[in-house]
């Protein structure tokens, strides 16, 4: 079983950043895509970033330009920037991503419990 933990949500104005982490931990193998999605209340849950044990990455139109998504593999984890903030990236944002256990080839997508992330003046 692999466990996320999200930090770093809040409340902030239109125009400021904030820094979201997720680090995964448990019995893991190897780690193949991390991400971020988010649910605004009322709304389906959106992708919004994503990135391989690469490096290679993308982006949801709506985040492009202001998010920026990064990883540490030495530390299962992954990193949400988010500049110019707007009230539309209100929101729950879930990290999750695809692990296989030990010494096996089947990957699964697990999910952390979300973090709050309101933009509002």
């Known amino acids: 079983q692999v466990q996320l933990v999200e930090s770093g949500g809040g409340l902030v104005q239109p125009g400021e950043s904030l820094r979201l982490s997720c680090a995964a931990s448990g019995t893991i193998g190897s780690i193949n895509v991390m991400g971020w999605a988010r649910q605004a209340p009322g709304k389906q849950r959106e992708l919004v970033a994503t990135i391989t044990s690469g490096g290679n990455t993308n982006y949801a139109d709506s985040v492009k330009g202001r998010f920026t998504i990064s990883r540490d593999n030495t530390k299962n984890t992954v990193y949400l920037q988010m500049n110019s903030l707007k009230p539309d990236d209100t929101a729950v944002y879930y990290c999750?991503?695809?692990?296989?256990?030990?010494?096996?080839?089947?990957?699964?997508?697990?999910w952390g419990q979300g973090t709050q992330v309101t933009v509002s003046s």
């Open positions: 999750f991503c695809d692990a296989a256990g030990p010494g096996r080839s089947y990957y699964q997508t697990y």
